[in-house]
């Protein structure tokens, strides 16, 4: 007799007038080596994710350790139906790091999450932690000169983005940056998460201005240099936020109250900062470096005070926040750095350098009447031309390298795709390429006697390129050549290898059925003069080899670049050839700065 449920006795029962037992399931024994039917894949995959979606409180603006559960709302978020697309990409999220019985992590979980020990998922089911892990996997080798464990950039990374919001949102705005074009259903999420690091630094950064509060930590550091140089991968234009302004301004105030546990990271950021304000100085024209507008006004002085010259409105601009130099000690023990290398010293007389250059350039071309203050100000930049080419020469990275080791550091990267000589002959690179700089800007540094202007600046710029060339494609400090490419095309010009009358018309106007870039066919010497090709045929090939090697690394530079990255630094390239090519020899020509601008190429330099 079966119960029919019915309450508060089964009608069954009171017809058979028996007392209603209540209903029970029938219970069957299975017998030994009985197999049971498998259930559906469909069907466990469904009970599987809606196991994995409860809603859980996203990071707000408490302290991480307090709130440290995170969202799996994706929705809440912005990230909508992610998931199928990125279980196509599986080859982007090899790791799995969640809990298996599906529940979340907690503060106490995450501390002891090791990467090295994490198993091969069936599915993803963590986003903010998969962009984690994507960042060290391949953000920090690409955003980092050199890799391994002796990187400051890892180790911060892996010491606080448990505990640090800030940390936490601006390592997933980066790789979402980097994913964004490969994935593009997580654009929206990409300006969620930089929202959310701009709003944690802006919180942290309130905090330190208030009376009596805490002083500047790692971390924060950290997270402003991540968020402020990684903002340009995913939106071309120069962020609004002075970023390098705020780095300055958190080094100063941490400089303050430095312990000397910290001192070594504090030194590390400084040199991270120079730099940061290199390729600043490179990319704005506005930019100014505090330390040439010192030796600048020092020169003025001497300068008025030699000719007698009454006083006049200075033309220097002072920038409203000077920031932290630290001292030659407080520097030990940080090399090589993995934003600068083994030098930041030639990476600011490089900074100084090209803002002295732009400067001479844009004084020539745009026809200033020579008053008391514009010819004070020419003399002033020419002085201090000898006096940077003076202190670039005296540079020497080995006596670096073993003042270090002297202190009882040990200089290297651990890093076998990019040992400690590439980033030698990177910082020799940089010495050279300012030297290159200095000397097609300025006409009144020496060159050597058997030499004209033109054959020592060819000659220059082709050592440049040979040094460039030793370092292999795939190196990590690949990172820092798309600036020293460029100093090495604006002097890989003929002038010195055509010196017959009327011959560089010749082969520059090029037929119109040519390539785009002449430079890349098969045979190019033969579009030159037949006349004298017995001694310039072998310098126009060199010449053509040394910018077909620019091309090629360029290229290969911007393949490991985000995508927002990769576009300009070619086109300017070229169009920087295409002028020089076109002009008379001997003239002045554009520095590749003003060519930038005035052909509007929207190019990165990192």
């Given at each position: 007799m079966k119960c029919d449920e019915t309450c508060p006795a089964c009608k069954n029962c009171i017809k058979a007038g028996q007392q209603c037992p209540g209903f029970q399931q029938n219970l069957r024994w299975s017998n030994k080596y009985e197999r049971y039917p498998v259930p559906d894949a469909s069907t466990s995959t469904s009970s599987s994710s809606q196991r994995s979606k409860g809603p859980e409180p996203v990071l707000g603006n408490q302290p991480l350790t307090e709130n440290l559960q995170i969202s799996r709302d994706f929705n809440s978020v912005g990230?909508?139906?992610?998931?199928?697309?990125?279980?196509?990409?599986?080859?982007?999220?090899?790791?799995?790091?969640?809990?298996?019985?599906?529940?979340?992590?907690?503060?106490?979980?995450?501390?002891?999450?090791?990467?090295?020990?994490?198993?091969?998922?069936?599915?993803?089911?963590?986003?903010?932690?998969?962009?984690?892990?994507?960042?060290?996997?391949?953000?920090?080798?690409?955003?980092?000169?050199?890799?391994?464990?002796?990187?400051?950039?890892?180790?911060l990374a892996q010491t606080s983005w448990t505990v640090s919001e800030p940390v936490f949102f601006a390592m997933q705005a980066m790789s979402a940056a980097c994913l964004s074009e490969t994935l593009p259903e997580i654009r929206g999420s990409l300006s969620y998460l930089r929202q959310q690091a701009i709003l944690s630094i802006s919180n942290r950064v309130s905090q330190i201005r208030k009376p009596g509060s805490m002083n500047v930590t790692p971390d924060l550091a950290f997270a402003v240099f991540a968020?402020?140089?990684?903002?340009?991968?995913?939106?071309?234009?120069?962020?609004?936020?002075?970023?390098?302004?705020?780095?300055?301004?958190?080094?100063?105030?941490w400089q303050s109250g430095l312990t000397e546990a910290d001192s070594l990271l504090h030194a590390y950021f400084c040199q991270a900062l120079t730099y940061w304000e290199?390729?600043?100085?490179?990319?704005?024209?506005?930019?100014?470096?505090?330390?040439?507008?010192?030796?600048?006004?020092?020169?003025?002085?001497?300068?008025?005070?030699?000719?007698?010259?009454?006083?006049?409105?200075?033309?220097?601009?002072?920038?409203?926040?000077?920031?932290?130099?630290?001292?030659?000690?407080?520097?030990?023990g940080t090399r090589p750095n993995s934003w600068c290398g083994v030098s930041s010293e030639v990476i600011e007389a490089f900074t100084q350098t090209l803002e002295l250059c732009r400067s001479a350039c844009r004084r020539t071309t745009s026809g200033v009447p020579m008053t008391i203050e514009a010819t004070s100000a020419a003399m002033c930049d020419v002085a201090l031309a000898h006096e940077l080419e003076r202190e670039l020469k005296s540079l020497d990275f080995g006596?670096?390298?073993?003042?270090?080791?002297?202190?009882?550091?040990?200089?290297?990267?651990?890093?076998?795709?990019?040992?400690?000589?590439?980033l030698l002959l990177t910082a020799e690179a940089y010495r050279h390429a300012a030297i290159l700089q200095l000397h097609l800007s300025f006409e009144d540094l020496g060159t050597e006697p058997q030499l004209t202007r033109a054959e020592s600046l060819l000659s220059a710029a082709m050592k440049l390129a040979d040094l460039l060339k030793e370092i292999?494609?795939?190196?990590?400090?690949?990172?820092?050549?798309?600036?020293?490419?460029?100093?090495?095309?604006?002097?890989?010009?003929?002038?010195?290898?055509i010196d017959v009358p009327g011959a560089v018309e010749d082969a520059s106007i090029l037929p119109e059925?040519?390539?785009?870039?002449?430079?890349?066919?098969?045979?190019?010497?033969?579009?030159?003069?037949?006349?004298?090709?017995?001694?310039?045929?072998?310098?126009?090939?060199?010449v053509i080899e040394a910018r077909q090697l620019v091309r090629e690394r360029l290229g290969a530079i911007q393949k490991r670049m985000p995508q927002r990255v990769r576009s300009g630094t070619l086109q300017l390239v070229d169009a920087m050839w295409l002028e020089y090519d076109v002009a008379h020899p001997g003239c002045r020509r554009s520095h590749w700065s003003d060519i930038w601008s005035r052909t509007g190429l929207g190019i990165i330099l990192s």
């Amino acid at each position: 007799m079966k119960c029919d449920e019915t309450c508060p006795a089964c009608k069954n029962c009171i017809k058979a007038g028996q007392q209603c037992p209540g209903f029970q399931q029938n219970l069957r024994w299975s017998n030994k080596y009985e197999r049971y039917p498998v259930p559906d894949a469909s069907t466990s995959t469904s009970s599987s994710s809606q196991r994995s979606k409860g809603p859980e409180p996203v990071l707000g603006n408490q302290p991480l350790t307090e709130n440290l559960q995170i969202s799996r709302d994706f929705n809440s978020v912005g990230l909508g139906n992610l998931f199928d697309d990125l279980h196509s990409a599986g080859s982007l999220w090899p790791f799995d790091l969640s809990h298996s019985n599906g529940t979340p992590w907690t503060g106490e979980d995450l501390p002891h999450l090791l990467l090295s020990d994490l198993e091969i998922p069936l599915s993803l089911d963590h986003l903010p932690t998969n962009l984690i892990q994507h960042w060290f996997q391949f953000v920090c080798p690409t955003w980092s000169v050199f890799d391994s464990e002796v990187n400051y950039n890892r180790q911060l990374a892996q010491t606080s983005w448990t505990v640090s919001e800030p940390v936490f949102f601006a390592m997933q705005a980066m790789s979402a940056a980097c994913l964004s074009e490969t994935l593009p259903e997580i654009r929206g999420s990409l300006s969620y998460l930089r929202q959310q690091a701009i709003l944690s630094i802006s919180n942290r950064v309130s905090q330190i201005r208030k009376p009596g509060s805490m002083n500047v930590t790692p971390d924060l550091a950290f997270a402003v240099f991540a968020l402020g140089t990684s903002l340009h991968w995913s939106t071309p234009a120069q962020p609004e936020y002075p970023w390098t302004q705020l780095a300055r301004r958190l080094l100063t105030a941490w400089q303050s109250g430095l312990t000397e546990a910290d001192s070594l990271l504090h030194a590390y950021f400084c040199q991270a900062l120079t730099y940061w304000e290199m390729l600043q100085t490179a990319m704005e024209p506005q930019s100014t470096s505090q330390k040439l507008n010192k030796k600048r006004r020092r020169h003025q002085e001497r300068l008025k005070q030699a000719l007698g010259l009454p006083r006049f409105r200075p033309t220097i601009v002072e920038s409203p926040s000077p920031g932290p130099e630290p001292s030659l000690s407080a520097l030990a023990g940080t090399r090589p750095n993995s934003w600068c290398g083994v030098s930041s010293e030639v990476i600011e007389a490089f900074t100084q350098t090209l803002e002295l250059c732009r400067s001479a350039c844009r004084r020539t071309t745009s026809g200033v009447p020579m008053t008391i203050e514009a010819t004070s100000a020419a003399m002033c930049d020419v002085a201090l031309a000898h006096e940077l080419e003076r202190e670039l020469k005296s540079l020497d990275f080995g006596v670096i390298i073993s003042t270090e080791e002297a202190l009882g550091f040990s200089v290297h990267t651990q890093d076998d795709i990019t040992p400690l000589y590439h980033l030698l002959l990177t910082a020799e690179a940089y010495r050279h390429a300012a030297i290159l700089q200095l000397h097609l800007s300025f006409e009144d540094l020496g060159t050597e006697p058997q030499l004209t202007r033109a054959e020592s600046l060819l000659s220059a710029a082709m050592k440049l390129a040979d040094l460039l060339k030793e370092i292999p494609t795939d190196s990590g400090s690949s990172t820092m050549h798309p600036v020293l490419y460029l100093c090495a095309a604006a002097g890989l010009t003929f002038d010195a290898c055509i010196d017959v009358p009327g011959a560089v018309e010749d082969a520059s106007i090029l037929p119109e059925d040519m390539p785009l870039d002449p430079f890349l066919a098969d045979d190019p010497v033969q579009n030159f003069p037949t006349f004298g090709c017995a001694v310039v045929g072998s310098s126009v090939a060199e010449v053509i080899e040394a910018r077909q090697l620019v091309r090629e690394r360029l290229g290969a530079i911007q393949k490991r670049m985000p995508q927002r990255v990769r576009s300009g630094t070619l086109q300017l390239v070229d169009a920087m050839w295409l002028e020089y090519d076109v002009a008379h020899p001997g003239c002045r020509r554009s520095h590749w700065s003003d060519i930038w601008s005035r052909t509007g190429l929207g190019i990165i330099l990192s």
